[in-house]
């Protein structure tokens, strides 16, 4: 018993010394700067001053209409982002699902490679064809006579979620494709047996059996998109697009610290967004956990 | 419920990494910056950021005929692009290098952060007087010295002679000329435009307020004033929100890949910029040698009028411990025949030399070929001096221009438009002071 514990010791000491420096200190000196405000006095040229300030930065953060609309923005981004990712990737899951071997393994590697490019190479290039004397595909939508300003504030959010999807669409297929693999083969002879087309399968056979793997994507996705950043900022960067620098609150906390030097209310606004994170974790956590629960409890 | 446990905490770590990017950001600087200092023999190490064009060439040059002081140039991406959070995270965490360059527009928020030293005892009196008075101006805050100024950017507007001799278009003197001369070119060429309003750069806009006879920033005793919707401003805002309306001007990102693409294809042939443009066309479009010429920017009355369009400082910072040598190679950077030719000599810069004495020095040194052997020089030497004296910076400037990119980025056809852009980077300064404790009317 005594050995298990040493091992057990042991082999845990690694993960929490970086636990410890990269999350636990981290997290408690931004706890620790967003209780600070740097004052300064007469114009201001006289230098700063560090003054604690208590939950002033929290209070500016909230009391800042920039900070919530970024909210307002991800609430956005969801209602359009996951229903589309979700009907994409499940759609695109059932195709290769009964389609010929040989096909499958060639779209399933097409369909998940543009997951293997990073996030800012992938916001980069499509700025690139979002941009309307450079891309081919606005001037060919042009030319069809349809007129779509990709940079605008109706075409921002679109063009963000459209950037979104064509990371994730093929990582979320290659779940659900899985979850698709490991339904029993005889239930589905059953039904072909009872005489269910393909449609009939796929929707009420097949669709059911994965409503777990659709919840938890679809979870994930709602936790993952509150660290939204990287492609919006490089819609901001550079382009003049209706993708202000505090689009997101990740984005707000970014400008916060180095566009306008106040690292305090940065502090803040991360902490705010961490705990909305880590409520919406605790969250999905209990109902995911219920569910399991549940299921356990019928079968 | 282990498993759900660690997703639980992935999802932390996944914000707590936003976290840490905050909070360890600037560990890319350079940590030999200070740890050098003073070796008893041998010469002294500075290290130098900077973007300017030519900054390499001016920094062998100081190497080659100097001894003493030895410094290692690093460059950094312009300052709005990301340069100022390096910098700024540089000195939180206390590795930044001696020196620095800062424009004029940022020059006071660095030192209201208290980023920089004061060099009033190595930078004299006497250095000063060689310089165009406003921007020893630019550069004197609270009653002291904090940076060397290097260039002035009086504005100018460039154009394709070979189009405008094509469309049979006369160069404006006048705004309403410009404006005329715009619909010329569309009905010449319905893709061409005459100029380009830049959403993403405040900074173009507030050259044209400035030229105007505005002034967003007044310091007044212990208390700003700001005032970015005054009668001047409200002018150009209503001006180019017409241009914009009637479609006679390109909307594109500023030295973006649709702005040189335009500018090569011959769609926009003209630029409403500064001195240093000359050396930026020549270095971007060497193909077109030969079609570009300059002329004085536009004014409202005919008469010469401009205003400032960046213009480059080197600023010493806080913990820099050697102070004396970086005034001694910043001045020689700004002062000296030896450190202006080498800056031009390289072909990519026209800078426009803050010390009199100097300019015929970099008139010669620029090869005006490209200009068809037009004096640029004499060009900018009358706008220069036609720059109004009213204009000073605030110390919020990363928040104003912020917040105005931002509202340019929203500007649509019957949507808010560039006063209702201008009114909430009035708001958000004013909110901005206020926070910092400092006394605000406006």
Redesign the interface.
Known sequence: MKARTRAATILLTPFFLLFTVVMVVPIGYAVWLSLFTEKQSGLGFGGTETVFTGLDNYTAALGDRAFREGFGVLLGYCLLYIPLLLAGALGLALLLDSALARARRFFQLALFLPHAVPGIIAALIWVYLYTPQLSPVVQAMEAGGIGFDFFSPEGALPSVVNIALWEWLGYNMVIFYAALQAIDRSVLEAATVDGAGAWRIAFSVKVPLVKASLAMVALFTIIGSLQLFTEPLILNKGTGSAVTSTWTPNMYAYTAAFDRNDYGLAAAASVLLALTAALLSFAVTRMTGRRKAGKERTA | ?TR??S??SR??????T???V????GGSGDDTANSTAKKPNGPVTLTFWGWAKGSKDVVDAFNASHTDIQVKFEEIPSGT??GY?KI??AV?AGNAPDLVSIEYSSL??F????ALQDIGGEFTEADRAKLLPQTVELTT??G?SWAVPFDAAPQAFFYRKDLFAKYKLQVPTTWDEFKKAAEQVRKADAKARIATF???DPTTFEAMAWQAGAQWFK?EN?T?KIDTTDAATTKVAGYWQGLLDAGLVH???SF???WT??LKNG?TIGYLGASWGAGVLKGTLPEQDGKWGVAPMPSWDGKPASGMLGGTSFAVTKDSKQRAAAVTFAEWMSTTEAGVKARIASGTSSAFPAATALRPVAKKAFDASYYGGQDIYALFEAAGASISPNWAWG??T??TN?TI??????I?QD?PGIADAVKAGHDATVA??T????KVEG
Do not use: Q, Y
């Open positions: 419920m759900s446990w997703r639980t999802v932390i770590a996944g914000t707590a936003a976290l840490a905050l909070t360890a950001c692009a990301g959070a700024s995270n939180k006071p928020e030192v209201s952060s208290g805050l609270g002291k830049f959403p993403d310091a212990d700003w909307k594109n990102a973006s890949p649709e693409g335009s769609t110390p919020t990363g928040t912020t990119k931002d509202h340019f980025g929203k649509t949507g901005e002071l926070k910092r404790g400092l």
